[in-house]
């Protein structure tokens, strides 16, 4: 895994594109001036959630006595899910039903840390041969290109449209697929090669 490959897989797990109607919906009462604000925010918490969890990924693991190989099977499996959804997208609102603004559900979690980005942050952290900086940097380019389509909601509904924002979703779950595929071929490979033929496991 390169800084680049990291980045672009969590900005696929994010999925900004498809999260805009949902960022919409949430917000559409809320100013159009203060709009930018709250999603800012949101973002901003979503990103210390992220870090939480990178920072002690390593510890929340070693608790849960899981292994590299199963580590790495399981988030194959969880992104072809996520893959698989923006493929085939279920119609979804969060819509407020109050009149205030919304605050950390659901628009910082779940919808940008959702269990999803965490467990990527939690494999980085865990399967990654790069350093804690770099994969930082990585987790930090990826939600700030996240965040900048979201600020930016408003102005790709208008020029891409609805089905535009889905097939541009459709496109990035093919790709996710194949990391997924990749992901979890990596994973089989690393347990076979420590419990089978009793070899050192590569790192993907």
């Known amino acids: 895994m390169t800084f ?7 900005f696929l797990v994010l999925d900004p594109l498809g999260n805009i109607p949902l960022f919409l919906s949430a917000t559409n009462k809320v100013s159009r001036g203060r709009r930018r604000r709250v999603i800012l925010r949101e973002s901003l918490i979503a990103y210390g959630v992220l870090i939480f969890f990178f920072f002690l990924g390593n ?29 085939f997208p279920e119609k979804k609102s969060y819509q407020s039903e109050d009149e205030g603004e919304p605050f950390i559900v659901p628009l910082a979690i779940p919808l940008i840390a959702g269990p999803s980005a965490i467990a990527t ?4 952290m ?23 389509i979201l600020v930016m909601s408003s102005y790709f509904r208008k020029y891409l449209g609805d089905r535009g924002l889905a097939a541009l979703e459709r496109l990035m779950g093919l790709v996710l697929t194949a990391i997924a595929i990749q992901m ?19 790192l993907f």
Not at 126 to 148: F, N, Q
């Open 126 to 148: 865990r399967s990654s041969h790069l350093s804690w900086m770099v994969l930082l940097l990585a987790i930090t380019t990826a939600w700030a290109g996240s965040t900048l």
């Open 184 to 202: 979890l071929l990596n994973g089989i490979g690393q347990f076979v090669a420590i419990h089978i033929t009793n070899t050192p496991a590569k």
């Open 121 to 124: 942050v939690l494999l980085f």
């Open 59 to 87: 510890n929340i693991l070693d608790i849960l006595h899981l292994e590299q190989p199963s580590l790495g099977i399981a988030g194959g499996v969880i992104l072809f899910l996520i893959a698989i959804k923006m493929i």
């Open 4 to 10: 680049v490959s990291a980045a672009v897989l969590l």
